[in-house]
Structure formats: C-alpha cells, structure tokens
C-alpha cells in the first residue's frame, strides 16, 4: 500500500506544476503580445492594462475558462465578422477593444501559438503586417479565427488545415498571395470562410465542396483565380451565402449550383463567365439574391426560374442576353430590384411588371425593349428608380406615376414616348431627377409646379413642348440644370426663374422664345452654362451679366439681340462664347478672356464693330498710283543687303560682350525676398547636398535645410534662364506673383535665388510631406476620417483663393495629392512644384500647345481640346477626394486603361443603392467612419469629375458645399 500512497500525491504535484507552468505560459505570452502590437498614433503600447502584476484574466480583451487558462482573445475594434451561432457567439462576448481613435499595429508574435486553449482569436480591423507566424497547427482547440483587413502578406497558411474545431475562419482584406491551400478541405468542421480581399491566384481547389458544414464562402474581390467555379461546390448542401465576385472567374456556371437548396445570395458578378445561364439554378428555391452582372453571358432567361420564389435582388446587366423579358419575372412576389440594362432584350415588357406591390429599382436602359410602360410599376408606392434609357418604347409615360410618390428618379430618355408629361410629375415630393429628352412628348409644361428642395436635374430636350414657361418653375428651388432645348416653347423667359438660385446649367435654345432676357437672371449667382440660342429673343445682353462670376460658357447666337456689348465681359473667365447672328453694335469690348475668341463668335452681326473685325478696317480707294511702291527693286534689294549685314556686325559684337558678361556673372546669385529673410544665398547653397534629397521630379531636385536662425525650408532647384532657354516664357512674372499670395492654405514661397545658369525657389517646410505620400505609404493607416476631411476642406480652400480671390486669378493645371502638402499639425497646402506649368498671369483659359498635369489627373477637356480653364483644377480635385475616400491612386490599381474615376464610375452604375457602393469603396484601413460623411464627400467628389466642364461646380461652391449641411445629389 506504501507505494500507493506516495503515487497519489505525486500525481497532484505533477498536475499542480503543469497547470501553474501553463498559467506562467499564457501571461509570458500575452506580455509578448503587448510588446509586439502597439497603438499606430502615440507609438506607445494600446494595451495599457496588461500589467503583469494583475491577473491576466482581468486583461481587456481576454478571456478564461475556470482554469484560468486564456480561451478568447479579443482585439478588434469592431465586433466578430459574421458570427454564424450562438456557440460562435458565445466565444466573443466581450465588449470590443476601443483604443482612443486608433487600432494596433505591429506583427503577429509565433508565441501567440503557446495559447494552446485558445478557442476564438480575432484580431481584425487592425493594421498587422508581416508574414502569418508559423506555429498556429498546435492551437487544436481553436474555433475562431478572424484576421480580417490587416496588412498581413505571403501565403495563406497552410497549416490551419489541422484545426479540425475551427468553425470561423476569416482571412480576408489582407495582403495574401498564391493560392489556396488543399489543405483547408480537411477543416470539416468549418462553417463560414473567407478569403475576399486579398492577391490570391491560381485555381480554386475543388476539393473545398468536400465542407460539408460551410454556411458562408466569400472568395471574390481582388483574387485573379484561373478557371471557373469548381463542379464540387454543388456538394455544400449547407451553403447559404456564395460570394465570387470579381475575381476573374471564366467558363460556364456549373449546373450542380442548382443543388444549392439552402443558398440564398449568389454573387457571380464581375468575371468573365460565359455561356447560357443555366435552367438548373432554379433549384436554389430558398434563393433572394442573384447577381450575374458584367459577364459575358448569353441567351434568355431560364423559364424555370419561377421557382424562385423568394427572389428579391435580380442582376444580370452587362452581359450579352436577348430574347424577351418572360413573364414570369412580373410573377415573382418579392421582387424588389430588376436590372438588366446593357443587354440585347426584346420584345415587350410583361403587363403585370410592378403589380406584385414591391418593385423598387428597375432598370433596363440600353436594350432593343418596345411596347407600352407598363401602368402598375408603382404599384404598393415603392418604385424609387425608373430608368429606361435608350430603348423603343412607345406610348404616352403612364398617368400614374405622377402620383407614385416614392419615385426618386426618372429617366426615360432616348425612347419614342409621346403624349403630355402626367399631371403632378414635377411635383412629386422625392424626385431628384426627371429626364425625358429625345422623346416626342408634345402638349405644354404643368402650369402648377409645388416647391421642391429635391428636384435636382430637369431634362426634356428635343421634344414637342409647346407653350409658354410656367412661372411655378420658379418653386424648383433645388434645380441644379434645367434643359428645355429643341422643343417648340413660346413666349418670354420667365423672371421668376431667378427663385432657382442653385441653377448651374440653363439651356432654352432651340425653342421660339421671344422678349427680353431677364436682367434679374444675373440673381443665380450659381450659373455657370446659360444657352439660349436659336430663339426669337430680342433687346440687349443684361448690363449686370459679367457679374456671373462663374461663368463658363454664354450662348445668345441666332436671335434678334442689340445695343452694345457691355465692357466688363472683357473680365469674365469664359471658355465658350457665341453672340453670333444678332444685330448688336458698337465697339467690341478687348482685352482679357474676348481676345482668344476667334471672328465666329461674333460673326453676322453687321454693325459691330473691332479692330479684328472687317467692317472696323478702313479701305483707301482715291490712293496715288505711286504711293503703292515707294523704292524700286534695285533701291530695296541694296537696303535689304545693307542691313543684313549691319544686324550680322551687331549680333557677332552682342554675342562676345554677353559670353564675356556671363563668364564673369553667371557665379553670382541674387536673392529676391518675398518674406522677412534671415539667410542669404550663401546659407541656402550650402544645403544643395545629395543626402539633404527629399524628392526628385521632372521639373527639378527638392532639398530639405536648415537655415542658420533655425528655419526649416525646402528648396526646389530649377534651371535658369542661361544658354539653354531662349526666354524665361513667364517665370519672373509668376516667381513674382506667388511670392504675393498670402494664404494660410497655400505654402509659402519665401524667396528666389537665382543666378544664370540656376533657380532656387525656397519654400517653407511641410514636415509631414505631401498628401499622396502620406495617404498611399505605409503611414496611410495614420489618416483617420476627420483627418481626410480637414485636409480635403483646407485644399479646397486654397484652389478657390488661387481662382476666385487671388490677384491675378491662378490655374493650378497640375493639382493631385502630392502637391498638397501637410505642415507638423497636418494642415493642407497646395503647392506647386511643376511652376513652368503655370498659365500666363492673367489666369485665362487658354489653348496649349501641349497637355501638362500628371497622368490619372487630368481633365478630359485638357486632354482631348487642349484646352484648359479652372474647372480642369476642379476635375484634379474631385480625383484628389476619390483618393481620400478609397486610400488608392488615382491610376495603376485598376487594369490598363481604367483610372479610379471610370473605375469608381462602373461601381456606381453597377450599385444597387448608393450607400452599398459608397460604404464598398470606403479605404479598408479605416475601420471607424461616419458614413453619412463620406457619403456627403463622395458626392461632391463626384460632381467635381463630370465628364462635362460645365457641370462641375466651381471652387467656391466646392468650399461651400464641403462645410455644408449633407448634399442633395444623389448618387
């Protein structure tokens, strides 16, 4: 018995010392952790209360089983990533860790795998890099595991195959590459997996349809995989969420998806699939979205999907479909969202389309679709989107939608409808947009129009309208662009069109409008396109019209206009200006914007007249007969030999004194102040070092000093204007002119250097560099919303002093984020150091030569016409906030040909509501925004990137309407 009892209490101590090693194991560990990550913005450690004198159990973020032993461990900021049951759940329990405004940072530590009790692991929404650290095979006891949108790189690991309790696995919005290993088909137990977001290749292993379990698969955005969808996913009879989208899928659907009985999203979107949608999906009984848009697609649909019942989201636009739309799409009870535009449809839409009671968005723009709109789409008043652009229907626009007062935008565009507009269509309380131009709509505008914040845009060009202008147009208070052109309109413009004070575009050409123009129209300060062309108007241009600062182009051409032009339009900064065919008179105003309008602006309007014009150049007819030739030709060619010969002498003597001047001077600089300086030339050269190099560009070298009394500068040098620049082409009249701006948002140029051969511009210091290095570098992560906002809202502030304040007014032409420049306190400057870009002092537009700007930048106008005003800057800046929004270059990261305007772009066009888009495009590392903010930015942006100059708001207005309340555009 003696051996017995000693057994026993040895047993006890054998435990005893392993479950205190284990302890001692998991504090050593998390003490590890804490040393590895840290907070990204104080540079300190984010977990303050890992104290090893407590108990590591008390530790935020952590978890204990009654052992004491470490089972969770919890350090996202945002709560588990789709937890799929209440067991799952269960394990993540605790309140999310909350560092000040920021998240951690650093590397994962291999130690981290000596939690060997560890059951959930989330650690995502932080900025982790590195490589994922070997080890993680010995935690057997994990279930969750959640790494998502972090920086981490290298491949997925393959290890995590071993973890046979692993129901979560979340490995998304990272850094990964290669493919998917094999080995994560033995995880049988797994129920959600997702690797979205990542530079995965390579095929998609079939053997994963062997997961029984697998509830959720997210494998789309930025993979490339080779190959289509593996036959095998059939077999993931569990499958409720499958998720490929764009990630470069090819091939046919499988069939076998049609198994999927439990599946109810489907994203296929965005790939390359081919071949006939197949009949079996119908299978998918329990499904409610279908996705299949941007593929390549073709034939019908599948009469067999009456069966999905439950159908609420329908997708299968940019694909080659055709045939009709059947009418078992009208039959789905809960279909909410239709669209199949860009497409090959037929035939005509089915009569019970709508009358299920749920329709909200339908769109079926860019078809071959004919017939009647159906009358019941509003039925249940939840119609919001009706866009039926570019297709042949016929028929009058049904009289119902005027009281369907969900609806929120109308296009109706490019069809062949007839009849009137309904009767309360311009009122309805929501709409935003109403656009029904090239149509044969006839009868006269709704004389009662009720007051509207919302109605934005105003389309019914090349119509039949006749009648005069309601004065109730006035109400329209929120129009941005109203268009009335080529319809048959009568009458005077009416005064009360001033109440539309956010009027930017106003087109009433083409119509038979007679009277005066109103003088009161100078009230919509806003205008910046007014085109009334083509009428029967009559009287003189308003005296107050150069007061429309912004405006860009004035059309008057082919009316009955007189009296004189007034003189101050010679200030305006126009890029398109036609008072041709019209009787006005009088000397033409010169000078500023009028001299680069050539004679066809101003043609057929005989009594006018200009120095530049034929009726201004007088013609001698009673000349004497010798007057006509005052030297012989024996006479000229003598004095034409004479002085070439003397301009020969004179330029060989002028050229040895200036080679002898510049021997002797081109080694002494001058400095020119533009600021209280306590250096000089000499301090300033003793910086031109090789290791003093903070950026290189085209234009010149930057250099970072210091000067003796302390001052930090940048110095750009430039070349001068010795022996190999024939003229200066401006550069002392801007040197001149910068080193007069005074704005707080505009960097500093405190003096030049300059000598022959050489030019140092010397600027203030900007500690924290330029906008896209900051945003697109490794210390991208550092910008939180506010911040981004700030610097959007301080830029701004700086274009509009350069275009609307500053004397003379200043184009940028090469606006983007690293010539916004970021002080100690991350305040935005603009800067610029491409300045032989500049334009000529008086800030024109103008014609180059040549396109300038940087490559992603620049504005189509600029690009196509050469031609280039401030609304080219305001084009850079709107890309400069898509930077902002997304964290990506405005070029480089969407395949060739395609920069992060047309890519955002495509995006929009493809969302079903705005807020998916927008919250979808949102930079990964901001984990923590407003997003009614960013939505407010995403729309200004927008506005600023319109194909058409015209549309885009000036400088001024982007100011206004980024301080602003949430703007009324929708996306």
């Keep these: 018995m003696k051996p017995t009892i000693w057994f026993l209490p040895s047993v006890f101590v054998f435990f005893a010392v392993a479950i205190i090693s284990s302890l001692a194991d998991d504090l050593s560990v998390l003490l590890k952790l804490k040393t590895s990550l840290v907070n990204r913005s104080v540079g300190g450690s984010g977990l303050d209360d890992w104290d090893p004198s407590a108990s590591h159990c008390n530790f935020t973020g952590v978890t204990c089983d009654q052992g004491y032993r470490v089972i969770a461990l919890n350090l996202t900021r945002v709560p588990l990533f789709g937890s799929l049951s209440a067991e799952i759940a269960s394990l993540d329990h605790l309140a999310s860790l909350v560092l000040a405004e920021d998240n951690l940072t650093g590397k994962i530590p291999p130690e981290i795998s000596n939690l060997t009790s560890l059951r959930c692991l989330n650690l995502s929404n932080n900025n ?159 499904l409610k979205s279908l996705d299949l848009s941007n593929n390549h697609l073709t034939g019908g649909i599948p009469e067999s999907f009456s069966a999905l019942q439950q159908l609420t989201l329908f997708n299968l636009f940019r694909n080659q479909l055709f045939g009709s739309v059947p009418a078992l799409v009208a039959e789905l009870p809960a279909l909410e969202v239709l669209q199949l535009w860009e497409n090959n449809f037929t035939g005509e839409l089915p009569e019970d389309l709508g009358k299920n009671g749920r329709l909200v968005l339908l769109d079926l723009t860019t078809n071959r679709l004919t017939g009647l709109i159906p009358t019941g789409l509003c039925t249940g008043g939840r119609l919001q989107k009706l866009i039926l652009l570019d297709n042949f229907f016929f028929g009058p626009i049904p009289e119902s939608l005027g009281d369907c007062k969900s609806l929120t935008r109308v296009r109706l565009a490019r069809n062949y409808l007839n009849g009137s507009i309904p009767a309360g269509f311009l009122s309805l309380p929501n709409v935003d947009m109403v656009e029904l131009s090239d149509n044969y709509i006839t009868g006269s505008l709704p004389s009662e129009i009720s007051p509207s914040t919302n109605l934005g845009w105003l389309i019914l060009s090349r119509n039949g309208l006749s009648g005069s202008i309601p004065a109730g147009i006035g109400n329209l208070i929120g129009l941005h662009t109203l268009l009335l052109d080529g319809n048959r309109l009568t009458g005077s413009i009416p005064p009360e069109i001033t109440g539309m004070k956010q009027l930017s575009v106003l087109n009433l050409s083409h119509n038979e409008l007679s009277g005066d123009i109103p003088s009161s129209i100078v009230l919509c300060k806003s205008l910046g396109t007014i085109d009334l062309s083509e009428n029967n108007l009559s009287g003189g241009l308003p005296i107050d019209l150069p007061n429309l600062s912004i405006l860009n182009n004035l059309n008057v051409s082919h009316n009955l206009l007189s009296g004189q032009i007034p003189s101050e339009m010679n200030r305006m900064s126009l890029t398109l200006l036609d008072l041709s065919f019209n009787n006005f008179s009088g000397e033409l105003p010169t000078g500023g914007e009028l001299d680069f309008f050539n004679q066809s602006s101003f043609a057929a309007n005989p009594h006018l007249c200009s120095p530049r014009l034929a009726a201004c150049i007088p013609i001698a007819t009673d000349a004497p007969t010798g007057s006509k030739q005052l030297l012989s030709p024996q006479k000229l060619r003598l004095a034409i030999g004479f002085l070439v010969f003397l301009v020969i002498a004179v330029a060989l003597w002028l050229g040895r004194a200036c080679w002898i001047r510049r021997c002797r001077h081109s080694q ?181 030569s040549s396109v300038a700007g940087s490559y992603g930048y620049i504005a189509p106008e600029y690009a196509y016409t050469l031609r280039v005003d401030e609304k080219s800057d305001v084009y850079s800046f709107g890309v400069v906030l898509l930077e902002l929004i997304t964290g990506r270059k405005p070029v480089g990261e969407f395949g060739e040909g395609v920069d992060i305007v047309r890519w955002v772009g495509k995006m929009v066009s493809s969302s079903v509501e705005p807020a998916t888009v927008v919250a979808s495009l949102v930079d990964s590392r901001l984990s923590d925004y407003p997003l009614e903010s960013v939505k407010h930015m995403f729309n200004v942006a927008m506005r600023c990137v319109e194909e058409e100059s015209s549309k885009r708001p000036t400088m001024r207005e982007v100011v206004h309407m980024l301080n602003g309340p949430a703007s009324l555009l929708i996306i």
Aim: hydrophobic share 35%; charged share 20%.
């Design 128 to 286: 982790l890099s590195g490589r994922f650290p070997p080890g993680f095979g010995r935690l057997s006891e994990l279930e969750v595991l959640d790494v998502y949108n972090n920086n981490l790189t290298g491949p997925l690991p393959v290890e995590l195959g071993v973890l046979r309790r692993l129901r979560l696995l979340h490995l998304g919005g990272n850094y990964f590459n290669g493919s998917i290993p094999m080995e994560y088909s033995n995880i049988l137990s797994l129920e959600y997996l997702a690797l979205t977001g990542d530079s995965l290749s390579g095929r998609i292993p079939p053997e994963l349809g062997r997961l029984q379990n697998l509830q959720q698969l997210y494998l789309g955005y930025y993979n490339t995989f080779q190959g289509g969808i593996p036959q095998e996913f059939g077999n993931l009879s569990r499958l409720v969420r499958l998720d490929m989208g764009e990630c470069n899928l090819s091939g046919e659907i499988p069939t076998s998806l049609g198994r999927l009985k439990s599946l109810d999203t489907l994203f296929l979107q965005f790939n390359n699939l081919s071949g006939l949608i197949p009949p079996e999906l119908s299978g998918m009984t329990s």
């Design 668 to 848: 002494e600089w001058k400095l020119t102040p533009f600021h209280r300086l306590d250096f000089t030339c000499r301090d300033v050269l003793e910086c031109l070092k090789e290791d003093m190099v903070i950026g290189k560009g085209g234009a010149g070298t930057v250099y970072r000093g210091t000067m003796p009394c302390g001052t930090e500068v940048a110095i750009k040098k430039l070349p001068g204007m010795g022996k190999n620049n024939r003229n200066d082409h401006g550069f002392s009249a801007e040197i001149r002119t910068l080193g007069r701006i005074r704005h707080r948002n505009i960097v500093r140029l405190l003096g030049c250097c300059s000598n022959a051969e050489t030019n140092l511009l010397v600027y203030e210091y900007m500690p924290n560099g330029s906008l896209g290095d900051f945003l697109h570098g490794k210390k991208g992560e550092h910008l939180r919303w506010e911040m981004r906002y700030k610097i959007a809202v301080e830029a701004a502030r700086g274009l509009c002093y350069l275009h609307h304040d500053c004397s003379p007014l200043i184009v940028h032409r090469d606006v983007k984020s690293n010539n916004i420049l970021l002080d100690s306190d991350f305040e935005a400057h603009v800067a610029d150091f491409g300045l032989a870009k500049f334009l000529r002092d008086t800030g024109a537009s103008e014609c180059m």
